[in-house]
Structure formats: C-alpha cells, structure tokens
C-alpha cells in the first residue's frame, strides 16, 4: 500500500565519440492530434541569420550542416499547451526507448470525431550527423514509424516502417553486412510487435546493419533528458562523494545561488532511524544482494535513504541531508524535508547545470520557475550562458511564465516561442523573432502585443 520510487545509481559521464566531443541538439519538434494540438504544429530551434549573442548558436560548419540553437524558451498562459510541448518529446523518446506508453495516448478531444492517429517527429543532432526520427501512433500501438539521416540538402532513409493488418512493412536504406545480417534484419522487422518500436527490438535483439541505429537509441537514452515539475535528481549526494569535480562544482553553486545549504551530504542511520515502514525496511533488507545499492524516496516528503550492500551481504543505510553552518563555522545536518521547496527545485537544476557545463547533454524542463524567485530563474539562464563552450554543444529548452527573461540583452528572438489556444480550443505557437522585435518585448509580452498571456471576464460578470 505504499508507493516509493526505487532506483539504482547511476552517474553521468563525460562522452566522446571517435575521438571528437559529441554535439548533441533538436532542431524542431512536430506535433499532431496529441494532447492540446490539433493540426500539424511544429517548434524549430534552428537559428536565425541574428548575430546578437553568438555564442548561443552552434553554427554551421560546412555545406550540409544546419545552425542550432543553444536554448530555447517557450511562454503560454496556464492550460495554453507549452508543456503539452515537453510532454510530447517524452513520447517521442519512450517510443524509441520501448513502445507505446498507452496511459499517455492523448488525442485531441475538442473535436467531433477524431479516429486519426497522433504523431510526433523529433529531428536532432547526434556527433556531426543530423537525424530525423517519428511515428505515428493510436493507443492500440504503431501505425507508422520511420528514421532518416537528414541535411541542409536532402533526406537519407535508414528505415521505414508500416503497421497493415497484415503485418509490419519495412523499407530500409542502405544495409552494411552481408546475407546472414539481411536475414537478421528481416527477422526483427517483421516480429517487431505493434504496440513496440523497431528502434527498441533492434538494440534489444542485437541487430546489425544499420549501425546509426545504436547512435540514435543512445542519445534518447543516454543524452535527452526531460525534467517535469515533480522530477527530482535524488542521488546528489552519491554522485558528488564518487565525482571530485562534480562536488566542487555543487559547492560552488550552492554558494553562487545563496541557499544558506553549503553541502549535500548523506549520513549514516541506523534501520531504528529510518522513516519508512517496517515491513517494507525488512523486506528491502531481505532482498538484499552483495554489491547492489538502491535509493528510495519517499512520495510524501524531500526524504531520500541509501540501502548500500557489500561483497560480504551487510546493508548499511545513509540519509540524504543539507549542511548548513552556524556563526561559529559548525555544521548542522538539516532532513531535506525542512528545505523549501524552491531549494529542493534548485538542487535538481544544480545537477543539470553541472552537466551542460561538463558533458553533451539536451534538457528539456516544464515550468523551470516553479517555486523560484524569478531572480533565480534568471540566474540560472545566465549561469548556463556564460559556460557555453564551443568544444561541445548543449541545449537548454523550457517552458516558464517569468516574463524577466524577456530581454534581448540576455537572450535571442528566435530562441522565444509563445504558445496560445485559438477559438477550438488547440494549441498554436508563434516565435517572437516573427515579430522582429526592437522595443522592450518584457513589457510588450505583458501588454498582450504577442499573445500567450492570460484574459479574464470582466468580474462584473461573475454570477455570484
């Protein structure tokens, strides 16, 4: 009867691939007949001929190449469908990563009838290739899905999938090995069941011959990685007493956003201490395996617990805590339940920018100022821009209400887009370089010039 998050560590690491740093970015996102979107919508994050504020492009190299944003930032009123956005590439890649997830099947029901499927394509960079990656989908399972190698120029099939009553079509492009790999891949195509992606069962069955496959599935994996508002990273602590660096930089910004926290530590308690059900302690203690460690959080608190087993099978459990210091320079554990909200929200965004600044990663956050002071949210914009680095690419993508972002001193126009409903009651989007902007656009938006802010009925209207 109790619900708790059980989890294994796990700890980023810095990637290369082939010997260069690995660029990892989206390009655009098209949505269709999910959630809140109706007709075809599509979000680009490609940049614009602007050279304000450079360094947030990762600009093309050669001919074929395609210039990328290094952020983007999406504004809606509430129920507007800017994290309807968000949402829908966590769809995306819980198809490429397994199938469909059917409980989040969501078709746009503000129509008569609507027997369409949905759909979703994510184009993306992976090291110096660009790729285009999509299905269509009912809650039954896949109708279509498909992979293609993309440029400035043209597209380059690697996989198309059709899902008849018959069975899977495929049509593929060019396939490296010989007869035997030809008779693996066809095995795998055509067992692929309906409600599972063919992406997933070529990793899981070890296909060969079409190695961009293994590209692809590890940055949906490994490199996107999507933050809602009740996402927490609760292995702070684990991963900053395994990374030198990684508890440096924690410190450092701890100090940097003024938290009065100066660590995350975790402390070792007995199973008398611990602060979940007995029943549920002595069967994680029973269950335990030499060299296996797990963390589990509680739903109901910030409570995060280390259940660590040695190669000789003894448990030991540790607390995550927030070090504080007095006056006098003495540290006080605090239980991460007494931190505010705000400052739980930051140490998930202390990881992320640890991250960006170390690793080749995506981001993508829903609501990045939830419980923030909008000087921190800002701040955390500003952090993020002063550390880009041309060695390697980056990408932060979230949706926010903070119009104090709205300054073309920190940000560019074609990294804004505003999301409203129309009369039917769909999601639209618009970018805010449409509007070629010179004045202050914080308090354009305010004033309504782009929409995407929320009206109200005059209170002499109200019935009651």
Known sequence: NYAFKVWFYTLISCRKVNGYASEYVILRVTIENLYSFMEET??????????????????????????????????GANASGKSNIIKSVSMIQKIALSGIPKKYVEPFKLTAT???????????????????????????????????????RADREIFTRKVTAEGNEFTFGTVNGDTETLQLLKFISQSTPITDSFLSEYIKRNGKGLPLINDVYGWMKESLKIIFPDSRYEGISIRAEKDKDFAVATK????????????????????????????????????AEPNKNFVIASPTDSTIYFFETDSDGITVIYKQNAIHRTENNDEIPFEMSEESDGSIRLLDFISMLIDLRLNESVYLVDEIDRSMHPMLSKKLLEYYFKH????????????????????????????????????E???????????????????????GRYGAIPFFAPVSSLKW
């Open 42 to 75: 599509e979000i680009s994050f490609v940049a614009g001929k602007s050279t304000l504020h450079s360094e947030q492009v990762s600009r093309a190299e050669k001919r074929d190449d395609i210039s990328v944003l290094k952020a983007g930032i999406i504004y």
């Open 114 to 152: 609507n027997n369409r499927p949905s759909k979703v394509e994510l184009e993306f960079k992976v090291g110096k290739k660009f790729f285009a990656y999509g299905a269509e989908f009912t809650i039954r399972g896949i109708v279509e899905e498909w992979l293609y190698e993309i440029t400035s």
């Open 252 to 287: 450092s910004l701890l100090e940097y956003f003024n938290t009065g926290i100066v660590d995350i530590r975790r402390i070792k308690v007995s199973k008398e201490d611990v602060d979940l059900p007995k029943e549920l302690i002595s069967e994680l203690l029973s269950e």
């Open 388 to 423: 880009l680095s041309n060695e390697r690419d980056t990408q932060l993508i979230f949706s926010t209400h903070e119009s104090n972002l709205l300054d073309l001193d920190l940000i560019r126009a074609d990294e804004v887009w505003f999301v409203e409903k129309g009369h």
């Open 425 to 447: 009651g769909a999601s639209h989007l618009t970018s805010l370089a449409e509007y070629k902007p010179r004045e202050d656009i914080r308090k354009g938006y305010l004033q």
